[in-house]
């Protein structure tokens, strides 16, 4: 499945879109300096917050994007999620599991080579982002609320790991 593909830019605004929602691409350096903000809130939740800032943001786009293209099967919706993944520049996404969860591998990834690259080897994982894209693809794949899955990375590649690993549980 090809992931359909409309970029546009307001010429008033400025503004990029991708099929129809506002889009903005980062560099890793700012991905990276994002996550380590949200590590150093963590006595005040910072790294949920962002997993459930990412996971309500994606779901909207998910859920425009598989009504308008007539997507109704949980394999072409993760697909698409992946796609999505990659078209933002974040990285190689692989997922598999059902309505009660699964694992889902990044042989790639943004967030964790912009860290790598600032600050080195990490002692856990910090892919929070990745967390809450991937909540909201398992819940908009299984027509399941937001906040239905919960998602935990695993394995790192900022720990020297070769990929990241998350597991994705159905709450």
């Not at 598999?96 to 690259?117: A, K, M, N, Q």
């Not at 894209?133 to 398992?138: D, E, K, N, P, T």
């Amino acid at each position: 499945m090809a992931l359909k593909l409309e970029f546009t830019m307001d010429n008033t605004t400025n503004r990029h879109s991708l099929n129809g929602h506002g889009v903005v691409m980062h560099s890793h350096h700012y991905l990276a300096l994002i996550t380590k903000l949200v590590e150093d809130l963590g006595d005040i939740g910072g790294p949920q917050i962002l997993c459930d800032v990412v996971e309500e943001s994606m779901r909207e786009i998910f859920d425009d994007y598989f009504r308008e293209n007539s997507l109704t099967s949980a394999q072409d919706r993760c697909r698409a999620g992946e796609e999505y993944f990659s078209t933002f520049g974040l990285g190689k996404m692989h997922i598999t599991g059902d309505e009660r969860g699964g694992e889902v591998r990044l042989s790639s990834s943004h967030v964790d080579e912009g860290w790598t690259r600032k600050w080195g080897a990490h002692g856990k994982p910090i892919n929070h982002l990745t967390c809450g894209f991937i909540s909201a693809i398992f819940s908009a794949a299984f027509n399941k609320p937001p906040k239905s899955y919960a998602t935990t990375e695993t394995a790192s590649m900022v720990t020297g790991e070769p990929e990241s690993t998350f597991v994705v549980t159905a709450l």
